[in-house]
Structures are given as structure tokens and as C-alpha cells.
């Protein structure tokens, strides 16, 4: 096994020189083009930290909790793990991740974590959404990940959910549509105020008057096929920018019933990029993909910033669908998502 002795002997430098550098604490200290020839040469040998000397040497464990009440329950959640586990492990970090179901079960995990010496968490949610930390999570680092802490405090971030909207409804407008509806939710959430609003914003900017008849917040399955049904009698959109994907199958339904072909006669964006509605769907849905692997990613970095207090200049991004916010973003950090053009939008 490679050790820093080694490493040393061969870029010219001292053994504690090779440690401020693979420790990550370097910055002021060692000059940069030092740190570059030990990391590469760290590399070349296939230097492996031992992450228990470390713990024992720095008392810390480099161990990051991800805690979810959701993550067994949701579609979403692999990537978001996906995308704070890469983060950590390019960070020399290790994640575990625990579910919860709130109350007692919750405080029991956390403790579990702080027993296996957790420096910091990240605690998700999978729907955007306002949110209280738990108290006994209040002396660690936090990062919050795809919600808002009620107090503004926390580092968080977050799709950017009236970006979504304006994108989605200004391709709808750019494809030609005249009267297009926004098919929302009718439960009081972040997403919905910002998807709303950026319906509303685009719409004006296009010139279209907005017509709160062409909005219809909807829930319950059986009441929302109605009402989306009632909508088109009433209002014959050619357009509709929907919540989500599953309520995209509603427009897809009434349209079918009607003898409209989506894709031709109607046009249809909805948001998740869910595996389930967007690919099965015909023609495939044109969808806002959102970043949960990039929120994830981004979560896991930051909270390694606070932990280390470093604003982590040398660290290297990945490529993803998504741009990533910096660092230091005003919280909550947004992520602009991406449209994914597929076959459900006409172009006249």
C-alpha cells in the first residue's frame, strides 16, 4: 500500500507537506503547483486514504447522513443519493443514508448517525417544499436538499421552479399555441407558487392576457380528469403546461376521447421526466426534467465546504443535464432545469 512517505520521496516534499495536501488543507500553505505534482503523484501511485487513521489523527470520521422520510417511497430518490454519494466519494467522503418515517423513528436515526460520527447531513425531501430542521440536527452542518428552511438559514437547494414554468409555457407560445392552459396542484407547495407565477409571466410576455379560466388546480384523480375535461369543453386550449407528468395523462385522455391527436391537434409539457409517464405515453411527453442527481451532487459539496471550511476552488464539476449553482449561492441555491423535447408538442 502507497503511503505518504512514498509520495513524498518522489515529488521532492516533506511527508507533512503530502499531508496538508491529501488532507485538503493545503490552501495558503503549500503553493499550488506543489499541492498539483503530490495529487498526481497520489494519483499515479494509487494512494488510498485510511479513512480510521485519519478519524483517529483529525476526529473526524469523513462520514456524511442523508436523511429522507421518502427514500424508499419515491421514484426520485436513487438520484439524488446517486448524486450526494459521487460528490462525497470524489470528496473523500463516505454517505450513508438512512430512511425515516418523522416522529420518534427519526430522532432514533439521527442519533444512530451521530454514533457513527457523522461530520455533517444532508436532510431531503422529494417534493419541494418548505421545511423545519430537526432539533437535534441544530449543532451539525446542514444542507437541505430539494427544500427551504422556514427560517432562511440553512443552506438548501432547489429547482428553480418559476424558470420551469416560463420555459415550458415560452415553448408552448414559440410552437404556436393560442390558448394554452397551465394544469396545477391544488396543494399549497413552493413548486406551485413558482410554476403558477412563471405561467403567468410568460403568458404576459407573449402578449396573452392571463385568463384564470385557462388554470385548473387539481388532486384527487377522479375530480381531475373532470376538471380537465370541463376545460376543454369550456375553454378549448391548444396548449397545456402541466404540474407534473401524471397530470399530463389527463390532457392525454380528454384528448383521445375527443378524437385530438397529441402532438398535432394538441400540445402538451409536463415536468419529472418520469420514466413511467414520459416514455409510455404516445407521442412521448415533452418534459422539464428535474435535477435531482444535480441537487443531490450539489448538497453533498456544499455541506463538505462547510465542513472544512474551503470554498473547494479546486474541486472539479461534473457535466449534467442541469448547470449547477457555485458554492456560494444566495440560498436557497437554484438549479435551472432542463426541456426535454419530445414528441407531444405541434409546431405550426
Known amino acids: 500500500m502507497t503511503t505518504m512517505k512514498e509520495i513524498a520521496q518522489q515529488t521532492g516534499v516533506s511527508v507533512s507537506t503530502v499531508s496538508l ?4 488543507h493545503d490552501e495558503g500553505r503549500v503553493k499550488a503547483e506543489v499541492a498539483s505534482r503530490v495529487r498526481e503523484t497520489a494519483r499515479r501511485l494509487g494512494y488510498k486514504v485510511n479513512p480510521m487513521a485519519r478519524s483517529l489523527r483529525t476526529n473526524s470520521t ?37 430512511s425515516t418515517d418523522g416522529g420518534m423513528k427519526e430522532d432514533d436515526e439521527i442519533e444512530a448517525l451521530k454514533r457513527y460520527g457523522a461530520d455533517g447531513f444532508l436532510y431531503a425531501e422529494m417534493s419541494n417544499r418548505v421545511t423545519d430542521v430537526p432539533e437535534k440536527l441544530r449543532d451539525y452542518p446542514v444542507v437541505l436538499t430539494d427544500a427551504t428552511d422556514r427560517n432562511g438559514a440553512i443552506p438548501s437547494v432547489e ?3 418559476f424558470s420551469i414554468a416560463y420555459d415550458a409555457t415560452t415553448h408552448l407560445v414559440q410552437a404556436g399555441c393560442r390558448r394554452i392552459a397551465y394544469i396545477g396542484c391544488s396543494r399549497p407547495m413552493i413548486a406551485q407558487d413558482g410554476r403558477l407565477a412563471g405561467y403567468r409571466a410568460a403568458m404576459e410576455e407573449a402578449g396573452k392576457r392571463y385568463d ?10 377522479k375530480s381531475a380528469l373532470q376538471a380537465v375535461s370541463d376545460m376543454f369543453d369550456r375553454e378549448q386550449p391548444d396548449g397545456f403546461f402541466c404540474f407534473n407528468d401524471a ?3 389527463y390532457v392525454y385522455e380528454c384528448a383521445a376521447r ?22 409510455t ?9 428535474l435535477p435531482h442527481f444535480e441537487m443531490g451532487f450539489w448538497a453533498a459539496a456544499k455541506l463538505v465546504s462547510i465542513i472544512e471550511d474551503r470554498p473547494l476552488d479546486d474541486f472539479v464539476w461534473p457535466k449534467t443535464t442541469a448547470p449547477m449553482p457555485p458554492i456560494d449561492a444566495p440560498i436557497p441555491a437554484k438549479i435551472h432545469c432542463t426541456l426535454l423535447e419530445k414528441g407531444s408538442v405541434a409546431r405550426r
Open 281 to 289: 405515453l404516445y407521442p412521448q411527453l415533452t418534459t422539464v426534467e
Open 159 to 161: 429547482p428553480d421552479e
Open 258 to 279: 375527443r378524437g385530438l391527436t397529441i402532438g398535432k391537434d394538441i400540445s402538451v409539457v409536463g415536468v419529472d421526466n418520469h420514466r413511467v409517464f414520459a416514455e
Open 247 to 249: 397530470r399530463a395523462w
Open 62 to 98: 469523513r462520514i456524511l447522513g442523508f436523511i429522507s422520510d421518502e427514500v424508499a417511497t419515491t421514484p426520485y430518490a436513487g438520484g439524488m443519493i446517486l448524486g450526494a454519494q459521487s460528490a462525497a466519494s470524489q470528496l473523500g467522503y463516505m454517505l450513508i443514508t438512512v
Open 21 to 24: 495536501v491529501m488532507n485538503h
Open 212 to 221: 384564470e379560466n385557462l388554470v385548473v388546480n387539481v388532486l384527487e384523480p
